[in-house]
């Protein structure tokens, strides 16, 4: 559930720093007009609002790595652990990776908080984005965190079984990547209709790719308790390390 709220509270807390003219020519907070971007009672905001963005996105995901790296070094990455969700789906020694997910989130929400203070410049923003992105995907396939869920690609596209849920991460963060660069490319362009053009194709990009997701997303929920893993692999339920 934590997780879950991860990002909309980095979000809510970043929006402090929003500010635009208000109805009365006033430079104010968006999300709260009657709040202006002046005095002291928007320094304590921008104050409060930055502790928690950092304790939320930093030192949460910090503690998730030292205290699941304890756990594994010590009695072990178990169903019974009140951080299984955390680790149950990624390999022994990446059982943390999903405390990476997080620091990625509070980087991108950081580089949405830049534009804010840089008075709303988004080059260095979509920069900063692709940047992490790309980072985050080069890490992915170097870890190859995910635990080993064998199975073939929709429509037979691919003769041999591959794991499913890295399948599945590779093409999340490949669609981040290439949301950046369209995005990324809108900036040179002034012309509306290349601009919709950009727009249309990081909507079909989406849309094509969403697609092989849920059903490679079906295929792994529909094979979940069958034999698809060979020996030496660990399943969910199992959490022994085998790398």
Same mark, same amino acid.
């Given at each position: 559930l934590l997780t879950l709220w991860f990002t909309p509270c980095l979000m809510t807390s970043i929006e402090v720093f929003h500010c635009e003219r208000n109805y009365d020519n006033k430079l104010s907070i968006t999300v709260d007009p009657t709040t202006l971007c002046t005095g002291g009672i928007y320094i304590i905001s921008c104050v409060v609002a930055g502790l928690v963005f950092l304790s939320l996105g930093l030192l949460m995901p910090i503690y998730f790595i030292l205290t699941i790296k304890k756990l594994r070094d010590g009695e072990g990455l178990t169903v019974e652990s009140r951080y299984s969700e955390l680790f149950e789906y990624y390999r022994s020694k990446w059982a943390y990776f999903e405390s990476i997910h997080l620091l990625r989130r509070t980087l991108l929400n950081a580089s949405v908080a830049l534009s804010y203070i840089s008075d709303n410049e988004m080059l260095p923003t979509k920069i900063t984005m692709l940047v992490v992105n790309v980072v985050f995907w080069l890490l992915l396939e170097y870890a190859d965190p995910m635990v080993a869920f064998y199975g073939h690609l929709p429509y037979r596209c691919?003769?041999?079984?591959? /794991?499913?849920?890295?399948?599945?991460?590779? #093409?999340? +963060? !490949? +669609?981040?990547i290439l949301g950046n660069i369209f995005a990324l490319g809108s900036e040179f362009f002034t012309k509306a209709s290349t601009v919709e053009t950009f727009g249309l194709l990081f909507i079909t !990009? /989406? #849309?094509?790719?969403?697609?092989?997701?849920? #059903? #490679? *997303?079906?295929?792994?929920?529909?094979?979940?308790?069958? /034999?698809? !893993?060979?020996? *030496?692999?660990?399943?969910? !339920?199992?959490m022994s390390p085998f790398d």
């Open positions: 691919h003769k041999e079984k591959v /794991n499913l849920y890295h399948v599945l991460e590779r #093409i999340s +963060a !490949l +669609a981040s !990009l /989406n #849309i094509s790719l969403f697609v092989p997701l849920v #059903i #490679i *997303g079906w295929r792994v929920s529909r094979d979940m308790d069958s /034999n698809l !893993l060979s020996d *030496g692999q660990s399943t969910v !339920l199992e």
